[in-house]
T-cell receptor, first 114, second 111 residues
Framework: DADVTQTPRNRITKTGKRIMLECSQT?????MYWYRQDPGLGLRLIYY???????NKGEISDGYSVSRQAQAKFSLSLESAIPNQTALYFC?????????????FGPGTRLLVL | GENVEQHPSTLSVQEGDSAVIKCTYS??????FPWYKQELGKRPQLIID?????GEKKDQRIAVTLNKTAKHFSLHITETQPEDSAVYFC??????????FGTGTRLKVLA
């Protein structure tokens, strides 16, 4: 779904570095989410935001922070990256006006922390 | 705690046969159950969903069944084709925002 984009698509970084992953959407959806995907573990929710002023922790928020700069932009930061944060990260959006159920995923960012 | 168990983790079927993937959820408050298909290197995409007030839903070769009493829901793919090969994820939504995903099933359709 080209309406949800993520940058960068791939990133290699070193332990201790701060990095930011960005998500943008042109769908006009109010809700945005960040997930990480690890082999054998499925998708796990890191943070979610229902509005620019509404940000909430998900099940695995430790070591991460987020910023909702605008309705269309939701960024995920790793303040001090560690190797076990190596994963595939997905941003997703949903539309509260349509019930907020269907989530539309971005293409993913593959992160490697050395 | 809340969790969704998904089985099997891998499934190989001959082209034209049916495939069934099963999920069990723990939170009885779950009211929405989507299924996502993720092709290699691609993003998850919704293929079918079901709400807790419905027992079955079909869309061409794909169907989902829900047993609320047993907290089970299943994905059924009939007349499988090579392009059905992918990883399939189930999920349950116990609240208005949270989705609990299963660990995925890698389906291989053998030509």
């Amino acid at each position: 779904d080209a309406d949800v984009t993520q940058t960068p698509r791939n990133r290699i970084t070193k332990t201790g570095k701060r990095i930011m992953l960005e998500c943008s959407q042109t769908k006009g959806h109010d809700r945005m989410y960040w997930y990480r995907q690890d082999p054998g573990l499925g998708l796990r929710l890191i943070y979610y935001s229902f509005d620019v002023k509404d940000i909430n922790k998900g099940e695995i928020s430790d070591g991460y922070s987020v910023s909702r700069q605008a309705q269309a932009k939701f960024s995920l930061s790793l303040e001090s990256a560690i190797p076990n944060q190596t994963a595939l990260y997905f941003c997703a959006t949903s539309d509260a006006r349509a019930g907020g159920e269907t989530q539309y995923f971005g293409p993913g960012t593959r992160l490697l922390v050395l | 705690g809340e969790n969704v168990e998904q089985h099997p983790s891998t499934l190989s079927v001959q082209e034209g046969d049916s495939a069934v993937i099963k999920c069990t959820y723990s939170d009885s408050a779950s009211n929405y159950f989507p299924w996502y298909k993720q092709e290699l290197g691609k993003r998850p995409q919704l293929i079918i969903d079901i709400r807790s007030n419905v027992g079955e839903k079909k869309d061409q070769r794909i169907a989902v069944t829900l047993n609320k009493t047993a907290k089970h829901f299943s994905l059924h793919i009939t007349e499988t084709q090579p392009e059905d090969s992918a990883v399939y994820f189930c999920a349950a939504r116990p609240g208005t925002y949270k989705y609990i995903f299963g660990t995925g099933t890698r389906l291989k359709v053998l030509a």
